[in-house]
């Protein structure tokens, strides 16, 4: 069965698609950029400010799934600057310091609204 998660302590989506989807105990999400849901609108002050508000994007979908940062089993981000790899992963570890997860991580040539990182993730309860 598959089940739409979705939450206010997120950005809503800004297309046809949901914030996540949960099926078989797996949670899918969305890429998340930096929006601030509060605002709708991309946070500014660079990468190490936009890869937090991701993040805390993300821990609001796994909230709202009943789950944390430690059900993650795969990550994906996306980035638009590899040379910030450094920066990214100060602000990564925070978040998966306890049972860090398989990731990948591609440079792209944009993503939506400007953002300068993308980030989708696998969770499973």
Same mark, same amino acid.
């Given at each position: ?21 949960? %099926? ?48 993650? %089993? ?13 920066? %990214?992963?100060? %602000? ?34």
């Amino acid at each position: 069965m598959k089940t739409i998660i979705n939450t206010e302590t997120a950005p809503k989506a800004i297309g046809p698609y949901s914030q996540a989807i949960m %099926i078989n105990g797996f949670l899918y999400t969305s890429g998340q950029i930096a929006i601030d849901p509060a605002t709708g609108e991309l946070v500014e002050g660079g990468i190490e400010a936009q890869t937090e508000r991701v993040l805390e994007n993300i821990k609001a979908i796994l909230k709202a799934a009943g789950m944390d940062f430690n059900n993650v %089993i795969k990550t994906t981000v996306f980035v638009t600057n590899i040379r910030d790899f450094a920066k %990214i992963n100060e %602000i990564y570890g925070r978040y998966f310091k306890d049972k860090p997860p398989a990731r990948s991580l591609v440079e792209v040539k944009s993503l939506p609204k400007g953002a300068l990182i993308e980030i989708e993730v696998v969770a499973h309860k």
